[in-house]
């Protein structure tokens, strides 16, 4: 089986990936939008206070618990999440499809960009 794969093979994987990620994070946003909109869609909006960011969607266990309630910010918010990770999705497909073609050269590049990415989402730097 593995023998057949091919670098095009790995290329409409990596594609179908991207393509998923997007839209299932698209829908995944206007689900929350629809469901805050019907919640706060006739709330007047006071401009003369800042109104930062909710405290529950700050936090990964805020986020899983404002899903399960079904509060429209921690759906939207989970969205732009599998929206932001949907390349680093894209980049382990890369390193898998360079370890089957036992790319050495490429596979560590992959694992570099890899840990650069990761510890920059971490440490809350970036560049």
Not at 21 to 37: D, H
Request: hydrophobic fraction near 55%; proline fraction near 2%; charged fraction near 15%.
């Amino acid at each position: 089986m593995l023998k057949n794969f091919k670098d095009k093979d790995m290329q409409a994987v990596i594609g179908w990936v991207l393509r998923a990620g997007v839209l299932i994070s698209m829908l995944i946003v206007f689900i929350g939008g629809c469901v805050y909109i019907s919640r706060h869609g006739r709330t007047v909006a006071n401009y003369h206070e800042f109104k930062g960011v909710p405290a529950f969607i700050q936090t990964a266990s805020g986020i899983f618990h404002g899903i399960i309630t079904g509060r429209g910010r921690a759906i939207i918010q989970f969205g732009i999440i599998l929206l932001i990770a949907t390349p680093i999705v894209r980049v382990i497909f890369s390193a898998i499809g360079f370890i089957l073609e036992k790319d050495h050269l490429y596979t560590a590049i992959t694992f570099i960009v890899l840990l650069i990415i990761i510890s920059s989402a971490l440490s809350g730097h970036a560049g």
